[in-house]
Nanobody, 127 residues
């Protein structure tokens, strides 16, 4: 069965950095597109970043461009989200998600486009 396990969350001051990891098992990782999403209390889950199967194509939420970087290591079945210059309003539970497909470089941003989800990791940014 597919499992996605996020780690690396925690508490950081505004302007600080965190690196999230998502370890995948039960799937052929290199055949999956991966995404990072976040959900703050009382808000809907929103897209943050996505990457295609090879890592050659990425997409970001406009507000995180230049500060966040998504990457993957197919040999380790892991996707990462490097987050720099964090802001208090980015406090949320961060989730990774997986969608099968390697036929193109297209990446997906919609919550409903992903088939598998991790349980999330809390990121708290204090002011």
């Amino acid at each position: 069965q597919v499992q996605l396990v996020e780690s690396g969350g925690g508490m950081v001051q505004a302007g600080g950095s965190l690196r999230l990891s998502c370890a995948a098992s039960g799937l052929t990782f290199s055949s999956y597109r991966m995404g990072w999403f976040r959900q703050a209390p009382g808000k809907e889950r929103e897209f943050v970043a996505a990457i295609n199967w090879s890592g050659s194509s990425t997409k970001y939420l406009d507000s995180v461009k230049g500060r966040f970087t998504i990457s993957r290591d197919n040999a380790k079945n892991t996707v990462y989200l490097q987050m720099n210059s964090l802001k208090p309003e980015e406090t949320a539970v961060y989730y990774c998600a997986a969608r099968p497909g390697y036929s193109s470089n297209y990446v997906y941003t919609a919550v409903g486009s992903y088939d598998y989800w991790g349980q999330g990791t809390q990121v708290t940014v204090s002011s």
